[in-house]
């Protein structure tokens, strides 16, 4: 039965029942299931006659009004009443709420960018978006990584200038070798980013390590007409980025980025200047402050 909750929920194929708010302040509303397709199995497609038990889930949704809602959708399990089927048993979905799904299906697109957004997560990064919609960190990763995977092409267009650079990205991990007695990188603190510098295509990749093999295997694994477009490729002042693309793209001009050679020369700059922490500003005087603002 559709009531005025259920209309403006507008969670297709759940029903709202009682509505009430609770010490908090917050609306909770009991769901039921108002699909009939939600009590065929979904390995065999027969429609089940038989409930083995009740269970209650909590999937979080959207603000409704702007005003943060909890669901409870009490469901049924069901046993497959095909013989020999694998799935023998199976609790109720819909489309909003997968089987386990612990977010509503727009909420996950939401926070993931999906949904009808322009660009993925909506111009946030994931961690903002994981703030706005008061969800993980992890969860709006994957739902990011599945919302590019489904609308990024496989490979990337041929690129005629080429970056690549290092990113930093959280703390290594390391795990005992009892074999090697040592200690093995399970989570290297850098990844290698590659980057259309041409074209419009922005980042093309990123790639965990910082070494020589984690260049190549990236770039030997694009098609070797893809490898032969590429004209150009800046680098920092890094011998193990020109020690790739000697290997991969021996035709290609190797540049040094504008950037990096600024940098470069205002750390020795401040280095003559005795400023203190080269990396981080200049403190030591006003005249080096005055120079390397003008590096900058
Ligand atoms: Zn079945």
Known sequence: MVNDTTRLLGLDGLVAGRLEVDVTGVPVVDLSTGCEQARCCPQCGQRALKVKQWTTTRPR???VGGRTVRLRWRKRR??????GCPRKSFTEQVAQVPARARLTTRLRQAAGGGGGGRSPTRGRTIVQAARDHGISWPVVAAAFTAHVSAVLPAEPEPVAVLG?????RGKPH???DEQAGSWTTTADRWHVGFCDLSGGQGLLAQVEGRSTAAVTGWLTARPQASREQ??????????VFKSAIRQVLPHAVLVVDHFHIVQVRREALCFREGCKDPTSGCRS???????CTMEK
């Open 61 to 63: 949704d959207l603000p």
């Open 78 to 83: 069901w046993y497959c009443p095909t013989p």
């Open 164 to 168: 690549i650079d290092e990113v930093r």
């Open 174 to 176: 390391w795990i005992w």
């Open 230 to 239: 590429v004209k150009a490729v800046a680098i920092d002042m890094c011998t």
């Open 285 to 291: 005087s006003s005249v080096t402050t005055l120079r």
